[in-house]
Antibody, heavy 120, light 113 residues
């Protein structure tokens, strides 16, 4: 069965960086693009960007351009999301979410989420 | 960016009754070349990630009970739960995937009356 297992909770100081991982299993890793979506405490959902696990190409929301980097490791079927220059407003649960088919834009499987807390 | 606006923000419905959630996009999400609406609905329960319910505005995801249905086209969409069950208590989000950045509605909290 399809599973997306994310790394654990992280605490960072303002200005630092964080890297969250998402290990996929149960399907062909390179056949489905992967998205990252975040959710601040008690708030709604915000799309951050997408990575093609096959070639590694990426597309980021303009809001995060210059601060976010998405990468992948095909040998371990893992995608990564690194966010730099963290500020308190980046405190959120970060989800990886599999695209339904190639790149369609909606998400059929989600990771369990990784809470990132930014606090001095 | 396309702005997605849901109504109401919260809703209380009796068990067995119909629940209706609306979603309006700031521009059409109907792609004329394939006549598809690029609109999805998700359900999120506390402490869980969202779950896909509906895509292409009206196609139910496999395994989703048939009491959930989606309708609408262009800029106005509706998620309907025909007979509310206790396990349907959750927050519901619409999402447009017509273009990036993909955007979500603010969410509608559904409770039992």
């Amino acid at each position: 069965q399809v599973q997306l297992v994310q790394s654990g909770a992280e605490v960072r100081k303002p200005g630092a960086s964080v890297k969250v991982s998402c290990k996929a299993s149960g399907y062909s890793f390179t056949n489905h693009y992967m998205h990252w979506v975040r959710q601040a405490p008690g708030q709604g959902l915000e799309w951050m960007g997408i990575i093609n696990p096959s070639g590694g190409s990426t597309s980021y929301a303009q809001k995060f351009q210059g601060r976010v980097t998405m990468t992948r490791d095909t040998s371990t079927s893992t995608v990564y999301m690194e966010l730099s220059s963290l500020r308190s407003e980046d405190t959120a649960v970060y989800y990886c979410a599999r695209d339904r088919s190639g790149w369609t834009g909606f998400f059929d499987y989600w990771g369990q989420g990784a809470l990132v807390t930014v606090s001095s | 960016d396309i702005v997605m606006t849901q109504s109401p923000d919260s809703l209380a419905v009796s068990l067995g009754e119909r629940a209706t959630i609306n979603c309006k996009s700031s521009q059409s999400v109907l792609y004329s070349s394939n006549n598809k609406n690029y609109l999805a609905w998700y359900q999120q329960k506390p402490g869980q990630p969202p779950k896909l319910l509906i895509y292409w505005a009206s196609t139910r995801e496999s395994g989703v009970p048939d009491r959930f249905s989606g309708s609408g086209s262009g800029t106005d969409f509706t998620l309907t739960i025909s007979s509310l069950q206790s396990e349907d208590v959750a927050v519901y989000y619409c999402q447009q995937y017509y273009n990036t950045p993909y955007t979500f509605g603010q969410g509608t909290k559904l409770e039992i009356k």
